[in-house]
């Protein structure tokens, strides 16, 4: 809840106005609240009011953001709402904002945007507000107030009475107010009565004397100060807020701000000990001040606006002035600072004012060229004015947004011409001047074939007090070099801290996709049928290497065509190799090997391996190669070869090797590694080789990892050692087996519930929960759970026997002695394979769990209540009740925490449905979240809110009495947000003090 500390303090005299906070306590009753009108009427006075006075009896949670220019951008507008909200460390986006309001609930928000006007239309942040108004939870409210309001999609809720607005009427004095606030100034109210109670010239004029003009009146005040005063207030108009150092360093002499706030009106101190002049005072200001002295005023408050970061201020300075040397220097400020997320509504502004005669200057031709980049980075203007800037500025902000143009182009040639540039340095070299050298440095040296030396280089690139998006061009090709020099662990741990949670979803791959190279497919769930995203450029890279995973999984289908075109279309090495590399993959997945060797061959006559650039770039997919062509086998095979690329080399020898009837290399290559380097067909046939030799085990292990598709390649490959491992390895049954858990157990057949005599046992239906929830299980803990007190040799033969029994009730149609596909048992394990003949509630429960996250993050509300939905249609009844009488404490602790899920998502469902204005469904999903676990403050406070809604006086009576009856059985009060929802369950005649000793009994 917003403090009292947390509200800007109105610059003049008080005036308690009950109309206009009743007026604005109305806000808790519309999603939207307009208070519209210009400089001087109270509005900020007005709206603190009403928000001191619903802290006396709150309904919800404010949260106030005083609007400035620089939340023109949707970041910086996203950053403050999130942090009125007291959200730290989120992603500044306008989903955080909604997502944040979305998981207040059912607490009401409402998020107040003071001087809303600084937001101009059209801009990043009105888009935000726009997004903010047309997607705003029902459990949310938006105040927005300002002298003006951007265009915003309001239209359908005006015409649903959804808004209300308060304009220049309503904010007017009464002329009950004027004599209240000149009773407090003991002043004579007849001469403000007459300015039409216009709150701030009223102020003025009681100030000023009865005699004078609210015109006149700011005249007069300002034309009596001493000129230090007068030059302090100046400094302080300009700087919106400051302390006596920032205006002493502004004025060039000392000042005391607190005697200035005593002598003029709207001029006050506010909670965090900053003072503030209010808007009046500028237009006055401007007419009194000689322009001279204001413009050098104004140069100097620029320079202090510039050190603070607020650029937007001290531009709009600068423009007032048309001082156009002064907007030259803030607009190398603003690109330099800036960069990957230039403000472009701003710059085209200060462009838009710059003279037609100047526009050729090098730091307007520079903003030029960022608005451009900002528009469209493959503008072919944007070099040439980033050019003709150089040649005069010569400033990092220059060079840096060149390198951002050339990095988004992938401009190669470009980034080695910039090269150069990186070595003039301007005196010492900046964070910027530094990663800009090191970074092109290191792109040569890449271009050159020499990867080991770029990785030296671009280590040295600093990513802090940098710009956002060089310093992601710098992780991304410290990224590349890690998987160039054959060090992709190292490339996956890099992409993990830095990119692990980027926005981007093909940002996000990285990780996973290094360490596949790395020969570790543990990410394999996410890297299987993936779309490349990002620009045309990073779609391409991903699609070749995608292509090479998904050739190794067996998921590519025989009319997939050319995923990277024709080799011979490129003309360049480094594109050529993923074509080619994409291409032959695709021939093997066929069974057309020769065809493959001769993409090769031909790709190597156009670009010979002695071509280091070529060769490095071929290593990435060493194993294809290696296998594919004997002229790349013999020069890797003298080669010195990072880490990773030595493990794929090793896998290709492993073919090679079993190929000529030498099987040591492959009984000894580990499985991972023959799954990562290797193509389906190629370590399916490894696999077979092995296996001709009665060892199984690789081949067992692929089928395990990838399922029916081996199955495939096994009957494909043919031989004694296919036909052993299709003998020896169980195939997918005939039937699609279903498993219900979540409830009493029940078994299904394609979709036929059953009753055989295996279900009717208690033990295999035992053992069967227990592999559902924990689908590998020793031997010795199955009989320690099931049979406790048996000795050994009797606790193992009923296992054998209900293991008997189980394979029968999950495979009627397997033939005796076949091996079961689902019940694995292995040595000492007994492990439930998961398979797509196999489906469990308790699974599918689980897997839905984890979309809703996504769904939410994403925006998509309906798909998380559809996903939060089906996740509770499962639920029968208690889970896995056969496992209630065993001994082991753990299982309990289980299926507590499976009861506790499933009320959490009885609630989030509850909550979402409250957020999207339902009425009724809210009820009825916290009475089944309550009928679980009366005692959560969470479903309480569901279900208060959803009485609240049903405006059900009989139903908001039963609600209230039910939490207050559970809280007293806990003998605890209840906490601040359900004790805020308890008192808006009171009739409106119970006074205040009745309404606290009411919660609290």
Known sequence: MTSPTALPRPLDVEVTRLRLVRRLARRWEHPVTLVVAGAGFGKTTALVQAVRAHLLEPRGVDAWVSCAPVHESAEHLAGALLDALSIKDSKRTLRAVLDTLICAAPLETCLLLDDVHEIPTGSPGADLLAGLVRDLPATAHLVLCGRELPDLPLARREAAGEVITIGPDELSFTDVEVRALGRRLDRDPAPAGALRGWPALVRLAFAAGPAAPWRYAREEILNRLPEPQRHALAALAALDTATDAEVAAVTGTPVALDDLARRIPLVGRLDD????????????LCRTTPPGELRHLHRRAAGLLASRGDLPRAGALACRDQDWPLLATLSVDLVNTTMSALPQGIAERWLAHVPPAIRDQPAFLLLHAAVLHATDFTDPRIDPLLDRAWADLKHTAVLGQAVITAHSRADLPRLVELASRADEPNGAPTPIALVLRHSVAATVAEVRGDPESALAEIVRAPTVDVPAQIALATVRFHYHCLNMCGRAGEAADLADRALGDADEHHLRLNGPIARWFDGDPSDLCRLRGVPPGGTARDSFVATAFLTVIASCCGDIAPSSGLPCGDPADHDNPRDAVLACVATAVMAVCAGEETIACQTFSDHLTRWPVTDRFHERHLRRFLAVGYVLNADLRAAWDRAELGPSHDKARTAARALVQARKGDLIPGSRLPFEHALCFLPLSWSVELAARLAGTGDLALGRWLADTLGPVVHQHFRRTGGTGAATLLTALPSPPITRTGIAVLGPMKVTRDGVAVDVPELRRVRVRQLLGLLVLRPLLTREQAVNILWPDLAPADAARNLRVTLTHL????????????????????????????????????????????RVPAARTSGDLDQAKDLLTATIALWRGNPLPDLAGLADPDLHVDTDRLRAHHVGHLLTLGELALVSGETTRPAHLADRALSLDPYTPRAHRLTLAAAIRTRDPIRICATREQVLAILARLGAPPDPATELLLRRTLPPTVGREQRGSAVSS
């Open 273 to 284: 000990g900053r003072y503030r002049a209010h808007d009046l005072w500028t237009e006055a």
């Open 807 to 850: 394979r029968r009730l999950l495979e009627p149609d397997r033939a005796r002695g076949d091996a079961s596909y689902h019940l694995r048992t292995e040595r000492d394990t007994i492990r439930l394979v998961r398979s797509t003949w196999l489906d469990v509630d308790l699974w599918a429960a689980d897997l839905l769990d984890t």
